[in-house]
T-cell receptor
Framework: DAGVTQSPTHLIKTRGQQVTLRCSPI?????VSWYQQVLGQGPQFIFQ???????GRGNFPDRFSARQFPNYSSELNVNALLLGDSALYLC??????????????FGNGTRLTVT | GENVEQHPSTLSVQEGDSAVIKCTYS??????FPWYKQELGKGPQLIID?????GEKKDQRIAVTLNKTAKHFSLHITETQPEDSAVYFC???????????FGTGTSLTVIP
């Protein structure tokens, strides 16, 4: 079975530009989460979506936005890029719903470099 | 919010020895504690998890223990192998599972 797929794998952008990252979850998973991982640190929560609705938002500025589509895929958008946005952006899918937290299954990420 | 601390940041062991990584959390509402292994150029991979109604869980060479009273949990890897070399992250999540809080990672090196 295919795991979580993310595209593109690498991206180089200039300060002030906008970027869109894409994610396809594991088949049957209805929840998608986005995390930012700066080199040498653990992943930091950005968003969680379940059944196309935002269920959680981390401490990130409004320049970050996301959405989930009817097929449960998701996009993360970042506007007005800053040098500090350079990081590995991870998408994770999970079953969602039900009682209790569902295990997150991560993709291999999109490496964003802002110059 | 939740704060997860992880120690040590680096760990080197001889092949065949055991490795132990420890994490503490601050929010008593957290009740789900997964561990992830991240290899270079890849995303974190779930290796084992434990819920707060269980004190210990084992899967072959990997085990996790949880002490709810002290708010700490540990990863134990026995009979380490070179392929165990990677960065390991602990995490904590509450009942809703909307947000996972990760530790800062432990870089494990297994010396052949």
């Amino acid at each position: 079975d295919a795991g979580v797929t993310q595209s593109p794998t690498h991206l180089i952008k200039t300060r002030g530009q906008q970027v869109t990252l894409r994610c396809s979850p594991i088949s049957g998973h209805k929840s998608v989460s986005w995390y930012q991982q700066v080199l040498g640190q653990g992943p930091q929560f950005i968003f969680q979506y379940y059944e196309k609705e935002e269920r959680g938002r981390g401490n990130f500025p409004d320049r970050f936005s996301a959405r989930q589509f009817p097929n449960y895929s998701s996009e993360l958008n970042v506007n007005a890029l800053l040098l500090g946005d350079s990081a590995l952006y991870l998408c994770a899918s999970s079953l969602g719903g039900g009682q209790g937290a569902s295990p997150l299954h991560f993709g291999n990420g999109t490496r964003l470099t802002v110059t | 919010g939740e704060n997860v601390e992880q120690h040590p940041s680096t760990l080197s062991v001889q092949e065949g020895d055991s490795a132990v990584i420890k994490c503490t959390y601050s929010d008593s509402a957290s009740n789900y504690f997964p561990w992830y292994k991240q290899e270079l150029g890849k995303g974190p991979q779930l290796i084992i998890d434990i819920r707060s109604n269980v004190g210990e869980k084992k899967d072959q060479r990997i085990a996790v223990t949880l002490n709810k009273t002290a708010k700490h949990f540990s990863l134990h890897i026995t009979e380490t192998q070179p392929e165990d070399s990677a960065v390991y992250f602990c995490a904590a999540a509450g009942y809703t599972g909307n947000q996972f809080y990760f530790g800062t990672g432990t870089s494990l090196t297994v010396i052949p």
